[in-house]
């Protein structure tokens, strides 16, 4: 069975701080994967899409990077956080070709 | 403009009773997906839909892909079916990219 881990839970930075966020998916080999971003009390937002390792499509400029490193890895990650990255963060996975979702836990940002 | 349209934005249930949620779509929709978030945020999937009818237990989906919506069908409604509920579209011709309501806030009251 596959199974997706995203690190942290949570964490509280500083503005102007740097962000890694992480996603790993086991179980299924070259995998479609995802970030989303949830405002508290808000919808889902894609941020980033991968369909390959080294292969990653920007959807929405939020001063934010993605990059995949390997197969079954995903990362988030920012050189300076601001305030308006707090949320809660969702990576997911979908199998080549399909529209059908799974997602991590999450990681709750907090950013002061 | 808003591609996913949920309906109500929020619903109050006494426990037992029946209710019904709705998607309106305003973008190509090929397959539809319908979310629980619990209070920790996680993400239950609960119906991933062609368009078609599914059921499972006390809840039943169906998607009309020619009117382009998608409706939730809670039956007996229970404590621990409070929680957000969302929908999202698919299209097969961009995979990449599932498009989310803005979800239904659901409390279920004794």
């Known amino acids: 069975a596959q199974t997706i881990h995203q690190w942290p839970v949570a964490e509280i930075k500083a503005v102007g701080s740097p962000l890694s966020l992480g996603c790993t998916i086991k179980?299924?080999?070259?995998?479609?994967l995802y970030w989303y971003w949830q405002a508290t009390g808000g919808t889902l937002q894609q941020l980033f899409y991968?369909?390959?390792?080294?292969?990653v499509e920007s959807v929405v400029q939020l001063n934010l990077s993605a990059s995949r490193p390997k197969d079954d890895q995903f990362i988030l990650s920012t050189e300076k956080l601001l305030l308006s990255h707090s949320g809660f963060y969702l990576c997911?996975?979908?199998?080549?070709?399909?529209?059908?979702?799974?997602f991590g836990s999450g990681t709750r940002l907090l950013v002061i | 403009g808003d591609q996913v349209k949920q309906s109500p934005s929020a619903l109050s249930l006494q426990e037992g009773t029946n209710s019904a949620l709705r998607c309106n779509f305003s973008?190509?929709?090929?397959?539809v997906q319908w979310f629980l978030q619990n209070p920790r945020g996680s993400l239950m999937n609960l119906f991933y839909?062609?368009?078609g009818t599914k059921e499972n237990g006390r809840l039943k989906s169906t998607f009309n892909s020619k009117e382009s919506y998608s409706t939730l069908h809670i039956r007996d409604a229970q404590l621990e079916d409070s929680g957000t509920y969302f929908c999202?579209?698919?299209?097969?011709?961009?995979?990449?990219?599932?498009?989310f309501g803005q979800g239904t806030s659901l409390s279920v009251v004794p």
């Open positions: 973008i190509a929709t090929t397959t």
């Open positions: 999202a579209a698919g299209a097969s011709s961009s995979f990449s990219k599932l498009v």
């Open positions: 997911a996975w979908s199998r080549q070709g399909g529209s059908d979702y799974t």
């Open positions: 179980g299924k080999s070259s995998p479609n």
């Open positions: 991968s369909i390959t390792v080294g292969q």
């Open positions: 839909l062609v368009p």
